[in-house]
């Protein structure tokens, strides 16, 4: 689930371009394909696109997070020497790119069942009741968007949320306003699991191969 999105909308800016330290970004990623093939290098320049908008959103006096203008695809596709409907293609098909604004922080909540039966509804209720905002809605002060997605792979660790790039999981209502409020502060929160749990070890604590051999007295 993303935003919908204009590409006529009054929030396109009419013009786009890499800046210095994008620009080289792209030269290595467009490098890594053979001559005549720089094409393959379209995903890779929408992501810095993306990334480029959001390093400017940050900075701004009402913050926005990364997302991709037509501008910056017609861009991409003089860069790569393709036609920009090509390029549309393949932004349009990955929900990966916000091709519509977004708040500086994307809260993206797993919806998928091991997250669902875990809580997943009610951290999206309390994401939502405490920004005030509903699912694909943006809050005021342009700080954050709201999404539901499918799986992102980290199920053990259930119910779990991406902000941005990173994932923060082993949530419950309060630890998810906190998280929030955190964030609407400009202080860094711990990536991960927020119960302290190491990468995807049982809840209850970590075991052995060893430790079970002994309880079963096979050794």
Not at 35 to 53: C, E, N, P, T
Not at 71 to 94: G, N
Request: charged share 25%; proline share 5%; glycine share 8%.
């Amino acid at each position: 689930m993303r935003k919908p999105f204009d590409l006529e909308a009054d929030y396109q800016p009419k013009d786009f371009a890499f800046t210095p330290k994008y620009k080289k970004k792209t030269a290595e990623i467009i490098a890594n394909y053979p001559k005549g093939r720089q094409q393959s290098a379209v995903m890779g320049l929408l992501d810095l696109a993306q990334r480029q908008v959001g390093d400017e959103g940050a900075k701004a006096d009402k913050p926005y997070g990364g997302w991709i203008p037509k501008a910056a695809m017609d861009h991409i596709a003089e860069v790569l020497s393709m036609p920009p409907m090509k390029v549309y293609e393949v932004a349009t098909f990955y929900s990966m790119y916000n091709l519509a604004p977004v708040g500086k922080y994307l809260v993206q909540i797993c919806g998928t069942s091991p997250c669902w039966l875990c809580g997943a509804a009610k951290i999206k209720k309390v994401c939502e009741d405490h920004l005030g905002i509903k699912l694909l809605e943006t809050t005021e002060d342009g700080l954050f968007t709201l999404m539901e997605v499918e799986c992102l792979g980290a199920c053990v660790n259930a119910p779990m949320v991406q902000i941005n790039d990173d994932y923060y999981e082993d949530l419950n209502e309060e630890i998810m306003i906190k998280m929030l409020d955190q964030l609407k502060a400009g202080k860094k929160i711990t990536v991960g699991s927020q119960t302290g749990r190491k990468t995807s070890m049982a809840a209850s604590g970590p075991t052995s191969l060893m430790e079970e051999a002994k309880k079963a007295k096979v050794i």
